[in-house]
């Protein structure tokens, strides 16, 4: 994702400490006392501008979602989105996914999405896939006895890559999609990546997985 220089966003993350949360491990296992409810968390990793994510809150009512995004310049632009949308079963947090533990407690998430996640293609970088059996082992701890991690993306490396790391990892999938847009769904709510890269042709996979107990 092309980051511009924001030089604004310090202060406007300031400004809305109710949206994008500060200090998230304050709120490891206490998720739910911050919505005030006990509906269901999902999470996105890698929320980018946020259309993913306000779509999925406006679809899904009883769901708290929860959009994590490293990239500050990013995070103000999933904001501004979440505003718009005035749904209020949304909070952002502006930290790297290496830290999930430290914010979540385990069994405290239903679903991860992760997103059109950067491919990292060159092999000294394996580490930073968002698939890498590092990622996995967090998210197998975050993660319900039902929880689920839905995964898409335009990259085709990136997706086989996944397919072997979740297998290796004795991951079960409940779905692989190697064409997600060849029949319309209307559930599907698309990110910004997807809505571009869908515009040019290509296709978009997509696989459902969960962790074998
Ligand atoms: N999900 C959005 C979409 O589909 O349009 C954005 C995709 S963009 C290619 C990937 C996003 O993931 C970037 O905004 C990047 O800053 C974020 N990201 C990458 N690694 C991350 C990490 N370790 N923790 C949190 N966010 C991360």
Known sequence: ?????KPWADDF??????LVIPNAKDYKGKWNQLFDNNNPIHIEIGTGKGQFIAGMAKQYPSINFIGIELAKSVIVSAAQKVMESEQEN????????????DIFEENEVETIYLNFSDPWPKNRHEKRRLTYHTFLADYRRVLNSNGELIFKTDNRG???Y??????????L???VNLDLHVIEDPENVMTEYEEKFSAKGQPIYRCRARFNE
């Open 1 to 5: 994702m092309r980051q511009r220089n």
């Open 162 to 171: 996944s397919l072997v790391s979740f297998s290796n990892f004795g991951i």
């Open 173 to 175: 999938l409940n779905e």
């Open 158 to 160: 990136l997706f086989e």
């Open 90 to 101: 949304i909070v952002l947090i502006n930290e790297n996914a290496e830290n999930i533990t």
């Open 13 to 18: 993350l300031r400004d809305h400490q109710d």
